[in-house]
């Protein structure tokens, strides 16, 4: 044998050693590939990962949706609206105000943040004309809420209680939809009964 026959031949019986499969035990350090990056094996206890589970799975929300709001006009005089509510940080909304005698309408789409939430201003340039307005706050359905706010709700909502929880009207579950009305006037905005 030549000396290329026996540098590929070494090379071949090597490969051939590290191919085994079944001499390594458990605990021996092997590794597992993960997106192409070698990692390694990670050493649990029975039920382990069954813990960590339970433990990270947020509870279900188990209170009456609440908002508490505030509405004032800006130095334009368009609407800006900020509420606080228990609904879980993420929790997609959207905000509309309305002008009762002309059905004209504005909206924003926000995110219930630690702090709760801000939309608006709402109006034109202008600012809003005297008169009766009608403040609506809606959660879309469950389906397009983040993972997060998902686990807590409810798949269907189901964990939503409250005197705003309403049905979704295409069958998507149970939504939240609030509303008030309000008038503005010369000397600023006033929540009406």
């Known amino acids: 044998m030549n000396g290329w026959h026996r540098v590929m031949a070494g090379l071949m019986l090597s490969l051939l050693a590290g191919c085994g499969n079944g001499g390594e035990q ?3 350090g092997a590794t597992e590939r993960l997106g192409g990056v070698a990692q390694p094996e ?20 188990d209170q009456d949706v609440a908002f ?4 004032r006009l800006d130095a334009s005089s368009r609407l800006l609206v900020e509420g606080t509510t228990n609904l879980p940080s993420g929790t997609r909304l959207r905000v ?59 798949q269907r909502g189901e964990h939503l209680s409250g005197p705003w929880v309403v049905s979704s009207e295409h069958g998507l579950g149970q939504v939240v939809e609030a509303r008030w009305s309000l008038r503005i006037e010369p000397d600023g905005v006033r929540m009406m009964p």
């Open 96 to 154: 509309m105000a309305e002008r009762d005698a002309s059905g004209v309408s504005w909206r924003e789409r926000v995110e219930v943040g630690p702090d709760g939430f801000a939309a608006g201003p709402f109006g034109p340039g202008s600012g809003l004309p005297e008169g009766i307005y009608r403040l609506r706050v809606t959660m879309p359905p469950i389906s397009v809420q983040p993972s997060a706010v998902q686990s807590r709700l409810g």
């Open 68 to 71: 508490d709001m505030s509405i």
């Open 26 to 28: 458990e605990g021996s």
């Open 42 to 61: 990670e050493a649990t206890q029975p039920g382990e990962g069954e813990e960590a589970e339970r433990v990270a799975e947020p509870a279900p929300f």
